[in-house]
């Protein structure tokens, strides 16, 4: 457990590039007297923010690192950049968020691990998944055994991606379901299997194709895509006595189950993606409704509450550990083939098999 915080003390976000706007819409929205800075090194960007927030601006990472009156940091940078900064900010005493991934290493990202351990700092890790509630809601289903035991699970991750080529598809979108199948089977894969293509940008990988098997029987097939026009997040779970569709883009807060005599399925032998899609009506359906909210507000809220409390977050610096283990897993299969995989020993909410 990290050491304990005061309510008091601000919090600072680093970097407003893609994803930082979206940390500082949800952070002011449930503290915004808490956001004591926000940093990037580019200018125009933070004169965009100020025109839209009450909240002090800066180049420089130490007015941050120097403020006692700041206590705890949020990076959304350039995924190269996390393991310096995140090594900076923990020196300097702060507690830590850094949007995935934490680093494009498993050696960075058992340091800065290590670091935050030994200083009894905090680190939570942004795999927002883990804080979607319709996410949950599968696992108590397929916990349940409603749809029996599972067998196969489809995952397709897809949309145009035109900004900064600082990562991959695989560093981008894999971990997300790394970290929900892991959520859901208890583990992290023993074995994954993978293809992937440089189309758009050379040495860049933009499509992958990735197989992954989990102990207990359970095959996953995941498609990702940098070049697809079309948005989409759609995943199906299929079980020996039915099925679980869940598709984020068009029904974010609505979960559909289908029996097995409802199953029909539509292959698309010209898509770069395994997912197939399911036709047909489903069994039940269950609505979120009221409960759903924005993943990444529950998020934030989970990491202030972190602060607040002293608890272990729920997606930690070990379960960054995992993930990055089985990115890096997913690279090394697609140039070496079918790739074995150890779990971590057991701690706090650190993934086992």
Same mark, same amino acid.
């Given at each position: 457990?990290?050491?304990?915080?005061?309510?008091?003390?601000?919090?600072?976000?680093?970097?407003?590039?893609?994803?930082?706007?979206? +940390?500082?819409?949800?952070?002011?929205? !449930? %503290?915004?007297? @808490? &956001?004591?800075? #926000?940093?990037?090194?580019?200018?125009? *960007?933070?004169?965009?923010?100020?025109?839209?927030?009450?909240?002090?601006?800066?180049?420089?990472?130490?007015?941050?690192?120097?403020?006692p009156d700041t206590n705890a940091l949020m990076l959304a940078l350039p995924p190269q950049l996390h393991h310096s900064v995140a090594l900076r900010a923990l020196?300097?005493?702060?507690?830590?968020?850094?949007?995935?991934?934490?680093?494009?290493?498993?050696?960075?990202?058992?340091?800065?691990?290590?670091?935050?351990?030994?200083?009894?700092?905090?680190?939570?890790?942004?795999?927002?998944?883990?804080?979607?509630?319709? +996410?949950?809601?599968?696992?108590?289903? !397929? %916990?349940?055994? @409603? &749809?029996?035991? #599972?067998?196969?699970?489809?995952?397709? *991750?897809?949309?145009?991606?035109?900004?900064?080529?600082?990562?991959?598809?695989?560093?981008?979108?894999?971990?997300?379901?790394?970290?929900?199948l892991a959520h859901w089977f208890g583990g992290v894969p023993e074995r994954v299997r993978s293809k992937t293509r440089c189309v758009k940008h050379s040495g860049?990988?933009?499509?992958?194709?990735?197989?992954?098997?989990?102990?207990?029987?359970?095959?996953?097939?995941?498609?990702?895509?940098?070049?697809?026009?079309?948005?989409k997040r759609h995943i199906v779970v299929i079980g020996a006595r039915g099925a679980v569709v869940y598709d984020e883009i068009a029904a974010h807060d609505r979960?559909?189950?289908?029996?097995?005599?409802?199953?029909?399925?539509?292959?698309?032998?010209?898509?770069?993606?395994?997912?197939?899609?399911?036709?047909?009506?489903?069994?039940?359906?269950?609505?979120?409704?009221?409960?759903?909210?924005?993943?990444?507000?529950?998020?934030?809220?989970?990491?202030?509450?972190?602060?607040?409390?002293?608890?272990?977050?729920?997606?930690?610096?070990?379960?960054?550990?995992?993930?990055?283990?089985?990115?890096?897993?997913?690279?090394?299969?697609?140039?070496?083939?079918?790739?074995?995989?150890?779990?971590?020993?057991?701690?706090?909410?650190?993934?086992?098999?």
């Amino acid at each position: 457990m990290h050491q304990g915080s005061n309510r008091e003390k601000g919090v600072a976000l680093v970097g407003v590039g893609y994803w930082g706007p979206n +940390i500082l819409r949800n952070l002011t929205r !449930l %503290a915004p007297e @808490r &956001v004591r800075w #926000v940093c990037d090194a580019d200018a125009d *960007r933070l004169d965009d923010i100020r025109r839209e927030y009450d909240i002090r601006t800066t180049t420089d990472l130490s007015d941050l690192l120097d403020d006692p009156d700041t206590n705890a940091l949020m990076l959304a940078l350039p995924p190269q950049l996390h393991h310096s900064v995140a090594l900076r900010a923990l020196e300097a005493g702060k507690h830590l968020f850094v949007e995935k991934p934490m680093a494009l290493s498993l050696g960075q990202v058992r340091e800065v691990v290590r670091v935050a351990e030994e200083r009894g700092r905090l680190l939570m890790v942004g795999l927002t998944y883990r804080y979607n509630l319709a +996410i949950d809601q599968i696992g108590a289903i !397929l %916990a349940s055994g @409603r &749809v029996g035991p #599972v067998r196969e699970v489809y995952s397709t *991750r897809t949309g145009l991606n035109l900004r900064s080529k600082h990562a991959n598809v695989i560093w981008a979108l894999a971990p997300h379901d790394v970290s929900i199948l892991a959520h859901w089977f208890g583990g992290v894969p023993e074995r994954v299997r993978s293809k992937t293509r440089c189309v758009k940008h050379s040495g860049i990988e933009d499509v992958a194709e990735i197989e992954m098997d989990f102990a207990g029987g359970v095959s996953a097939k995941i498609g990702l895509s940098w070049i697809d026009p079309q948005k989409k997040r759609h995943i199906v779970v299929i079980g020996a006595r039915g099925a679980v569709v869940y598709d984020e883009i068009a029904a974010h807060d609505r979960i559909d189950i289908y029996s097995p005599q409802a199953l029909r399925f539509d292959w698309d032998g010209e898509s770069t993606v395994a997912a197939p899609r399911i036709v047909g009506t489903p069994e039940q359906t269950y609505e979120l409704g009221m409960q759903y909210e924005e993943p990444l507000l529950g998020e934030c809220r989970h990491f202030l509450e972190c602060l607040d409390t002293g608890r272990p977050p729920l997606t930690g610096g070990r379960e960054s550990v995992e993930v990055t283990k089985v990115i890096q897993a997913i690279l090394t299969a697609a140039n070496n083939g079918p790739h074995e995989i150890r779990a971590e020993r057991a701690a706090n909410n650190e993934w086992t098999r």
